[in-house]
């Protein structure tokens, strides 16, 4: 092999390991005082919410466009949900419905 060939081979391994990252950590909105906290948050796409409900009543949660909905939440029962497009999806509890959220999905 040619040492231009060994250059191009090293490189391209170079780059395959730099842009190899690991998956992101899920971000964790808590469910606290019948309140989602935080309200807003901003994700990427793929990447994992987890919901954990602190309260001693349940909620639920449940996107306003219908794209994902938990069962009932008891004190500290967790819900995940991978969001794969980009866009706002407000959400919200369907047993108390004043309780939104909303999530940014947006490439990094």
């Known amino acids: 092999m040619t040492r231009t060939w060994m250059r191009v081979l090293g490189a391209t391994a170079a780059l395959a390991i730099s842009t190899a990252l690991p998956a992101a950590e899920p971000i964790t909105v808590d469910i606290v005082k019948f309140a989602f906290t935080p309200k807003e948050i901003t994700v990427a796409p793929g990447m994992t919410v987890v919901w954990i409900n602190h309260d001693e009543t ?21 819900y ?29």
């Open 58 to 78: 349940p909620h639920t949660v449940a996107a306003s466009d219908h794209s994902f909905v938990s069962k009932a939440l008891d004190t500290n029962d967790r």
């Open 80 to 108: 995940e949900h991978t969001f794969a497009d980009e866009g706002d999806i407000p959400y919200y509890c369907t047993v108390h419905p004043f309780m939104t959220g909303v999530v940014h999905v947006r490439k990094p």
